[in-house]
């Protein structure tokens, strides 16, 4: 490979991404971790102890705009560890690798670079970048 020629593969969730990188170097793996706070379904607000005050209610569309800009932030910084990308495969469970994606697709740092989106469950690092030479057609070894 040449050094225009650095293929990425990620796998992403609102967690962790793992990000595989194939080039002149051979292969390295790198994780990254979200600080993106757990879903947690609110039940509502709490009472106050005095007879006049109003209820106090918890906001659920505040918090959904926070955890919205973790992952966001969270993103941009998955977004910058493929810099310098030739091909990008990206794969993972749920929503995350969709919304991803999409923003891949609409960044103009990255909207020109050959793009693949895939669905896979929760893999290990080895599992990981085995479907990431598999799909650039590199061989694997038999370990």
Do not use: C, N
Not at 37 to 47: A, D, L, W, Y
Not at 107 to 127: E, F, G, N
Request: aromatic letters at 6%.
């Amino acid at each position: 490979m040449s050094d225009k020629d650095r293929k990425i593969g990620l796998w992403i969730d609102h967690r962790k991404a793992v990000l595989v990188t194939l080039d002149d170097g051979g292969v390295a793996i790198e994780t990254l971790k979200s600080d993106v706070e757990p879903r947690v379904r609110t039940t509502g607000g709490s009472r106050s102890r005095t007879v006049y005050h109003a209820q106090e209610v918890v906001s659920e569309s505040q918090r959904d705009r926070r955890v919205q800009q973790q992952i966001r932030r969270y993103f941009d910084s998955v977004l910058d560890h493929l810099h310098g990308a030739s091909a990008i495969f990206v794969m993972g469970p749920g929503e995350a690798r969709g919304e991803f994606a999409q923003l891949l697709g609409s960044s103009t740092r990255y909207r020109d670079i050959p793009t693949q989106v895939a669905a896979a469950d929760k893999l290990s690092d080895r599992q990981i970048a085995a479907k990431v030479k598999e799909y650039f057609g590199i061989a694997t070894r038999p370990d």
